[in-house]
């Protein structure tokens, strides 16, 4: 290594090289080959181009980008939703990758979270054991695995329809997403499910994601919303392990519906409900990662991840 190590904010003028950096590093992980950017006229943006830039703009502050000399060589987007950060996965070029280059980053994005008010933090890891490690040197443990899962389109649409017919539910109408209708529902089930509060995030899901969004009733109770569309199933998030099998089933459903191979989704490994109906169903377990915090914290046996990069 020669130069200076230097960690900073990002810049959104200059996104675009690190999206292209992130898209050719994670298409070279085992189980997201299918990922390679595909550069051709007139392609839609990666789901990784879209969430980059959306915690760019709303979370630039902790989204933290490394160099060496005059070199940019990876970054961490980091976020704080109420009182707890996440970091989405490190990017950084294979050569710095276990080195001093991969710990200032990381110290760098966990003193943001310190300097924030977090009183949490917890990382979504894709990377390899050095990663790990690495976190765990500052603090954070392994809790559970997230899966990778693939299943065919068709296979999709018939399991969902099954699934969703566990309680009832349906698609909001455009009227009522104009009119953002029931979303204190999705605040209160962020809160139960995932510890937090995040409007500014379903706004991106149904603005720039373009998602489609339906929610699960129990009684009188909304007690599941799930969304869906081309590129991304979830998140799902459920009040009772009944509403999360059948707000999976509607999230299946949206993402077959514009989808033209395979629908992709991240489950955790404690909704074992879920995995056992997807793999019993023909699905493919293509990769594992792992999710880290300070504190155990949530299980998450109740939810679908939105993205690799938003937890």
Known sequence: MTGKVK???VSRVGMD???AMAEQLRASLPGWEDTAPVIARGQAPSDLALDLRHLALHDGDGFLTVSVGDEVVGFAPGYVRSRQLNIAQPWLLPEHQGSEVAEQLVRRALAYGERSGAAESAALVHGGASWHGLFFRFGLRARFSVYRIALAAETARVVGHELARFLPGGELT???LKRRAGSADLERLDRLVRGVSR???????LVERRLRLAKVRDGQRIAAYAYGGPGQCGPVAAATPEAALAGLGW???LA???AETDVHLLVPAPFEAGVEHLLEAG???LAESVWMSRSPGSALDRYVLPSA???
């Open 7 to 9: 960690v900073q904010p």
């Open 17 to 19: 090289p690190l999206v």
């Open 174 to 176: 455009e009227d009522a």
């Open 199 to 205: 409007p500014m995030d379903h706004e991106h899901w």
């Open 251 to 253: 999230a299946l459903q």
């Open 256 to 258: 077959a519906a514009g």
């Open 283 to 285: 699905a493919r377990c």
């Open 309 to 311: 990069t938003i937890s």
